[in-house]
């Protein structure tokens, strides 16, 4: 075990996140599998070699308390931020933040941030993925500080925001953190609870992740086959398997990076 690269990768109980542990540890990586609650993540570990790491990606402390098991667990050379949200929810989290904004911008910031220099120490080579979503590309509104206040009535509106949110803060975290390789990539449309099995989905496209969708296996094999096997610059966003060129995505904008700026300061959290 001593020689494997150590990955975390949160929301892992099913769908891509599951996959990944299977696709990661193929290529011989060992896994700190994270899941919501403490019960689910040790009966996913089991007995096959796993760390059980847990928590509420909307609630600041077990964020924290989530860094601290990771830590606790030792060297650390990757992080896959895999655990997001789609829904029509109008809850806030533990921030202030509407569900989308909490988890799939503000989550991976936050715990990037607490484990920053122990990857740094631990890792020759620390990396940090987000799954993020082509739905980025599809953020008309670039106002990112509207992930604060929920609105259920444009899920996909939403969605695509904080995805693209998240792309920039890819870009953000790149720049904080030049010791880590720091990249955003994209499954493409996948059959999960998140598409297939989730309520909050119009019924048309629920019914159509079950016919043209992707499986959460060779998702796992999009995301992070490229990555593995390259060293493309940090800050990247991967789609498609490659690098993004486009210059003008809205994440590497200025106008992006100070709507991400909005949005943290709306959750209290340095920007
Ligand atoms: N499926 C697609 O077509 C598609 C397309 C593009 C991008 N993606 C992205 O791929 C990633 C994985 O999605 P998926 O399709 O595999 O969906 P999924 O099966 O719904 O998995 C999402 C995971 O995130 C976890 N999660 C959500 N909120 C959490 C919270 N507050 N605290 C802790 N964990 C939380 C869920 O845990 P619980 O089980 O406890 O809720 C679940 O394990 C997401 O970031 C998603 O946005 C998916």
Avoid at 188 to 200: I, L
Avoid at 207 to 228: H, N
């Amino acid at each position: 075990m001593a020689d494997k690269k150590r990955v975390l990768i949160t929301g892992a109980a099913g769908g891509i996140g599951l996959a990944l542990i299977e696709y990661l540890e193929d290529k011989g990586f060992y896994a700190l599998v994270h899941v919501r609650d403490r019960a689910r993540a040790e009966k996913l570990v089991g007995n096959y070699g796993r760390t059980a790491v847990w928590g509420d990606l909307t609630k600041p402390d077990e964020i924290q308390a989530l860094a601290e098991q990771a830590i606790a667990a030792g060297p650390l050379d990757w992080i896959i931020h895999n655990a997001g949200i789609l829904t029509t929810s109008t809850a806030k989290g533990g921030h202030g933040v509407g569900l989308h904004g909490e988890v799939n911008v503000i989550a991976p910031m936050v715990l990037t941030r607490a484990l920053a220099s122990h990857m740094a120490k631990t890792s020759s080579d620390p990396v940090v993925t987000v799954v993020s979503s082509s739905a980025a590309n599809m953020a008309r509104a670039h106002d990112y500080a509207s992930l604060a206040e929920p609105d259920g009535s444009s899920l996909f509106g939403h969605y695509a925001v904080s995805k693209a949110a998240a792309n920039a803060a890819v870009v953000r975290l790149a720049e904080e953190f030049s010791a880590l390789r720091i990249y955003s990539t994209e499954p493409g449309f996948v059959k999960t609870d998140m598409t297939a099995g989730n309520s909050h989905m119009p019924s048309t496209l629920r019914w159509a992740s079950k016919i043209i969708a992707s499986t959460p296996e060779r998702a796992a094999r999009r995301c992070f086959a490229y990555l593995l096997e390259n060293n493309p610059p940090t800050g990247s966003v991967i789609q498609k398997g490659k690098v993004f060129k486009d210059a003008k995505a809205v994440w590497r904008s200025a106008e992006g990076q100070g709507n991400l700026s909005a949005l943290l300061k709306a959750a209290g959290l340095p920007s």
